[in-house]
């Protein structure tokens, strides 16, 4: 079932061209440019560059990098087509697609944050959510994307972990790149944040207290694969069932067939963490033990989740019946963040008229994978 049937100057700061043990060939493959930032739950693309796996699947990868803090231009870069697609938090492409007009095709969830994004606190934590709920001072985020503020929200409300209650809505947010939300903090203007890691680890050093992360509400920063739907319209699909395979065997690489947590093969772990400081934190001098921290803080789906999250038909899973409904499935998670976007910004453009769920790309790999 198709969910359209129902259901953000600087340009790239660097461009890595797809690489890798194949040699080249004279075959013409079809190429994709995909928009990145640095961030663990996307390292199997660049393990998939290195290996060759999405050359010897049939297609051409360029990774078009807009660096730590390009979050917003990587946001823009999908949804005005300006790249092929990407991966990325679903919500921030949702809040494009109805409160900007910039319809999206999401073609599958493939990982959480679990754990990658904390909210700190600066003690004593009541003075400083008293700060934020009188508009004294406010929360930090380095997106307003639904995903983010939906994890903020949740942790707002949560009185089984804290005695206040009130809603994201209720106090003043200011988003900040990820690195300027380090001096802030320290700075006292934000004493409550929400970052991400290796960032984040200056702030909890500065003295803030992690009071919650993406692992206390599992599946609330749920990342995947989308593309501007004009753009994809007139794409090669068959390109993206390529660009899947590859993914899936990058991950399997990296963590094993069939695994549960993110944790390396441990033949593969040296080379691995050696791909993720080169490529996907860009040789910016992230240690060995904080990439293998980053790495633990995300939960990159085995090919049997990846069937779990998207191929669930269901509509109707709340983030909050987690432990009793088991993985909230791709449609009910777009679902409840258009009901949290809508209850925001009640002028956000229907779902119906701006989001398209094609998981065939996702189908056919899968399905071509399982006879291998």
């Known amino acids: 079932m198709n969910l359209s049937a129902m259901l953000m100057p600087s340009l790239?700061?660097?461009?890595?061209?797809?690489?890798?043990?194949?040699?080249?060939?004279d075959e013409a493959r079809p190429k994709l440019r995909l928009g990145n930032v640095p961030w663990p739950g996307w390292a199997a693309l660049d393990v998939g560059l290195e290996k060759g796996f999405f050359r010897e699947e049939g297609v051409d990868v360029e990774i078009v990098q807009f660096g730590v803090s390009g979050d917003q231009q990587l946001i823009d870069a999908i949804a005005s087509g300006e790249v092929d697609g990407g991966f990325y938090m679903l919500g921030a492409l949702l809040n494009n697609a109805l409160e900007r007009g910039q319809p999206i095709t999401y073609l599958g969830a493939v990982d959480w944050s679990y754990g990658g994004d904390q909210i700190v606190i600066r003690p004593p934590l009541e003075?400083?959510?008293a700060a934020i709920q009188s508009g004294q001072r406010q929360v930090g985020t380095y997106s307003t994307a639904a995903s983010t503020l939906l994890l903020l929200d949740l942790y707002f409300r949560d009185t089984s972990r804290h005695s206040w209650s009130f809603s994201i809505g209720d106090v003043a947010v200011t988003e900040r790149p990820a690195e300027d939300l380090v001096a802030s903090f320290k700075a006292g203007e934000e004493p409550v944040s929400l970052n991400f890691d290796p960032v984040i680890y200056d702030q909890i050093a500065a003295g803030g207290e992690v009071v919650a992360t993406s692992a206390t509400y599992p599946g609330v920063i749920s990342e995947g694969l989308m593309v501007s739907t004009p753009l994809y319209q007139g794409a090669n699909k068959a390109a993206y069932a390529a660009l899947l395979r590859g993914w899936v065997r990058a991950v399997e690489y990296m963590y094993g067939e069939g695994h549960r947590l993110n944790v390396l093969n441990a033949a593969r772990a040296d080379e691995v963490v050696e791909i993720v400081q080169r490529r996907t934190f860009l040789g910016d001098g992230t240690s060995?033990?904080?990439v293998l921290s980053s790495l633990a803080n995300v939960r990159v789906f085995s090919r049997a989740k990846l069937e779990a999250v998207n191929l669930d038909e269901r509509e109707d899973v709340r983030l909050a019946e987690y432990p009793t409904k088991g993985v909230q499935p791709l449609r009910?998670?777009?679902?409840?963040?258009d009901e949290f976007i809508r209850a925001l910004n009640p002028a956000a453009a229907p779902l119906q008229?701006?989001?398209?769920?094609d998981l065939e790309p996702l189908r056919t790999a899968l399905a071509q994978l399982a006879t291998r």
Do not use: F, M, N, P
């Open 353 to 357: 008229a701006q989001v398209t769920v």
């Open 127 to 129: 003075t400083s959510i």
């Open 332 to 337: 009910s998670h777009l679902r409840e963040l």
């Open 12 to 25: 790239v700061a660097l461009a890595i061209a797809a690489g890798g043990c194949a040699k080249e060939s």
């Open 288 to 290: 060995k033990e904080d």
